[in-house]
Each structure stands twice: as structure tokens, then as C-alpha cells.
């Protein structure tokens, strides 16, 4: 059974939902500003990614690399063979939100509905996740049937889990649907 290492949720959308690789701290802010409602401010999302790829660069998983391109030094981030053996499993830190008698009900809206939002990226992507997995289950039994039976328990439990993880994708979406309807 591979490793399973601990990476952010945004970054794991860059690495596995994107697949970026081969990629610039300027490619990945840029994905995230683009993509991802949470990266308003450049400044603060290139900290961000900075921080989560020198992590990764320390536990392994990606290695730095300087390029010169006409003569302008370029750091390029790849994907190590480790990345590729172990499993990698996005998370999210779970901050609590201080209410104080300050708060109006407004924000206190405005906080639970940026951390639902979170949460919900977060199940989005164990969904994905899941689904490829259950996915390459089914492309391994194909290629070695003979590893049917050890193969086929994995499929279904990956399919239980997205079960599962639709369930919870679905009650956070009537949540927030419902919350745009009652505003």
C-alpha cells in the first residue's frame, strides 16, 4: 500500500486536479486567482504558494529547479517519482471563527458561509479524487484480471466513499443554495 502524505487542498488542486508540473510561483498564483473565489489579493496568494511548494519541496514531492530564459534566472517546480508513489491526501485547516458581540449577523452570515465554501471545495476534490480512483481500479482489473479479487474490494470501497462524499457535496450545496434563496 503506498504512503499517504498530507498536502493543502489548494496546492492539491494545482498538482493533481490541474496536474500542473513543470510550473512557476507566477503559473500557480495565477491558477488560484483565477480559479479558486478564496485568492483575491497576488501579493498574499504568491506567499501562499511559496510557502506550500517549499513544503513540498522539503517532504520531497516536487524539486526546484533554476532555468535561465534569456538570461532572467526562472525557478520551475516538478513533480518528484515520490509524488507519483504515494497517495496524496488534501486537507484543510480547520480555523475557528471568533464571534464577538461586534459581529454583526451579516458577518457572522459572510464567516460560515467562506468556511462551508472550504469545506465544500475540500469534499469536491476527495470526490474527484475517489472517482479516478474507483476509475483505475477498474483499468487494473481490465489489464490483470487475474487481480480481479483483490482489486474489485478496492473498487467498491472507493465507491462507497464517493457515495458517501456525494452526500455530504450535496447537503453543503442546498445549504448554500438555500442561503442565496433566503437572503
Known amino acids: 500500500m503506498s504512503k ?8 492539491h ?3 493533481v486536479i490541474k496536474q ?10 495565477n491558477t488560484l486567482l483565477h480559479e479558486q473565489p478564496e485568492f483575491t489579493d497576488e501579493i498574499e496568494t504568491r506567499k501562499f504558494i511559496y510557502r506550500q511548494l517549499t513544503r513540498s519541496v522539503d517532504k520531497g514531492l516536487l524539486k526546484r529547479t533554476n532555468k535561465l530564459d ?5 525557478v520551475i517546480y516538478s513533480k518528484t517519482n515520490l509524488f507519483f508513489t504515494v497517495q496524496v491526501i488534501p486537507v484543510t485547516r480547520g480555523r475557528k471563527v471568533k464571534v464577538t458581540k461586534e459581529h454583526s449577523k451579516e458577518t457572522e452570515n459572510i464567516d460560515y458561509q467562506k468556511e462551508l465554501k472550504k469545506e465544500l471545495l475540500a469534499y469536491e476534490i476527495d470526490l474527484n479524487t475517489l472517482l479516478e480512483e474507483a476509475k483505475e481500479y477498474k483499468r487494473l482489473i481490465a489489464r490483470f484480471p487475474k487481480l480481479e479479487n483483490r482489486l474489485q474490494q478496492h473498487h467498491t ?14 447537503a453543503l450545496q442546498n445549504l448554500l443554495s ?4 433566503d437572503q
Open 4 to 11: 499517504k502524505v498530507d498536502m493543502n487542498v489548494f496546492l
Open 13 to 15: 488542486f494545482l498538482l
Open 20 to 29: 500542473m508540473n513543470n510550473f512557476t510561483v507566477t503559473e500557480a498564483k
Open 70 to 74: 534569456g538570461g532572467v534566472k526562472k
Open 157 to 170: 470501497q472507493a465507491k462507497e466513499n464517493s457515495i458517501k462524499l456525494l452526500g455530504k457535496v450535496r
Open 178 to 181: 438555500n442561503e442565496i434563496t
